[in-house]
């Protein structure tokens, strides 16, 4: 999925995260967007709107009564243009008048004239950002169906530390990235006011965190050979993108394979089983839901020389050493994130699968026929069983990225269910 052909209407308001929205317009232009911006004055006091103007390719607009911006697209123009409004960053004041339906502004003034959807990055001082009028107004706007990008805590221009940074360019990007084209015009509807499955509910709709291990890993024998196995990645690579469309915060580890990463997700490559144990833990902080889809080496060799192996004797004998379990242990954590596993067999699936759900302590496990003609590793086509501690659920034969998109589904259900 990317952005080619939407237009984005971006409108930048006064406050020092004003310099993240030219990246955020650079990440939009990459994504194939035709990009506008809008400014109100005190958002140019901060950066000309010259560099808008050059990374987005057209001139800048910031005068609701300027005849010449009038002639060329005036505001009734631009809200019709727009397939999305982003506004970021967006300061109190801003927040205020659109909840309050002021139009005093080119900014706020489109805002009332858009019909499209709406995301929002609010960045303010943390004590604007938790004052009661701020609050409320974001209730207002949640309530006209405007998509909030949460702002982050830490340290803020001012010195002080708490909640208010505006979110990073890329969080943003991949925030409006995720909801389909198809819900552009759904503003109304109510589309876009309901948080997306994977996303916490409240004012802001801050995304899920979800880590997924994919692909092979590689466990080196000697400087040229290793031990590995049929994995594609593909069904990992696939839950990434499905997982990020229902609205998470992706990071993907994976061992080397043949497929791009999706864009817009943390990834991580390794090749060991061990460099797969240790990026997992640290990432772990956070993390609300961990699917191991990854084939992991069971074991790897004890010895792995700085020199190749001569094929000088007619029989060799590989000592192994058994490799950590990553998902046994993420599961067997103080408080484990809701933690997936993934079990190939070639005989008796069910009774293999729910024996590792309950000895690895897991919340799912998807368990998939191998060794035969159709389906698992290395085809585009797989079929899974998935079990929980009281229910299972059959998904037939299919493509593996709409079988992920149901997974998801089903993950995410299992995730907000009532413990
Ligand atoms: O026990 P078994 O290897 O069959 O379990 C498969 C599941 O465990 C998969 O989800 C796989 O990603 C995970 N696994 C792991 N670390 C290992 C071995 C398997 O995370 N060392």
């Known amino acids: 999925m990317s952005f080619s052909n939407r237009k984005i209407l971006l409108a930048v308001t006064g406050g020092i995260a004003v310099y993240k929205a030219l990246e955020l317009t650079r990440l939009f232009k990459k994504q194939g967007a035709d990009v506008r911006v809008v400014m109100t004055k005190s958002a140019t006091a901060f950066v000309q709107p010259l560099s808008f103007q050059a990374l987005s390719g057209h001139s800048v607009h910031f005068e609701l009564l300027d005849t010449e911006a009038e002639n060329a697209m005036g505001h009734i123009e631009l809200a019709r243009w727009a397939d999305v409004f982003v506004i970021a960053p967006a300061t109190a004041n801003t927040l205020a008048k659109m909840a309050h339906g002021l139009a005093d502004d080119l900014v706020s003034t489109l805002y ?15 004590a604007m950002w938790n004052h009661p009028a701020t609050q409320a107004n974001l209730k207002i706007l ?13 340290e803020q221009a001012c010195g002080e530390i708490g909640m208010g940074r505006m979110a990073e360019p890329e969080t943003i990007c991949r925030g409006v990235l995720q909801t389909p084209a198809h819900y552009d015009s759904f503003r109304y509807a109510g589309g876009c006011n309901l948080p997306l499955p994977l996303q916490k509910s409240g004012v802001c709709k801050t995304p899920l965190r979800i880590i997924i291990t994919a692909g092979a890993t590689r466990e080196p024998l000697d400087p040229v050979r290793y031990l590995t196995n049929r994995s594609s990645g593909k069904m ?3 839950l ?11 990071t993907l580890i994976s061992g080397v394979t043949h497929s791009a990463p999706p864009l817009n997700c943390h990834f991580i490559q390794i090749e060991t089983a061990e460099q797969m144990h240790a990026a997992v833990f640290e990432n772990l902080e956070n993390c609300d839901i961990f699917i191991g889809a990854a084939a992991v080496a069971d074991y790897r060799p004890i010895v792995c020389g700085d ?12 000592t192994l050493q058994k490799n950590p379990d990553i998902l046994a242990n993420v599961a067997a954590l103080d408080s484990p994130p809701f933690t997936v596993g993934f079990a190939a067999e070639t005989h008796d699936l069910e009774i293999y699968a729910r024996e590792k759900l309950t000895r690895k302590k897991l919340n799912m496990i998807a368990a998939n026929w191998v060794g035969r003609d159709e389906g698992g590793f290395e085809r585009d086509e797989n079929a899974l069983e998935v079990f929980w501690q009281d229910g299972q659920q059959s998904f037939p034969m299919i493509e593996k990225s709409t079988l992920a998109e149901q997974l998801m589904a089903l993950i995410a259900e299992r995730f907000h269910a009532p413990k």
């Open 307 to 318: 020199e190749k192996i001569k094929k000088n004797a007619n029989q060799i004998t590989l």
């Open 240 to 250: 990434a993108v499905a997982a990020q469309q229902a609205g998470a915060n992706v």
């Open 112 to 126: 009332l004239a858009a019909t499209c959807s709406v995301y929002v990055a609010p960045a303010m001082n943390h």
């Open 236 to 238: 990992g690579y696939a």
């Open 142 to 154: 949640q309530t006209h169906g405007v998509n909030f990008i949460a702002p982050e805590s830490g």
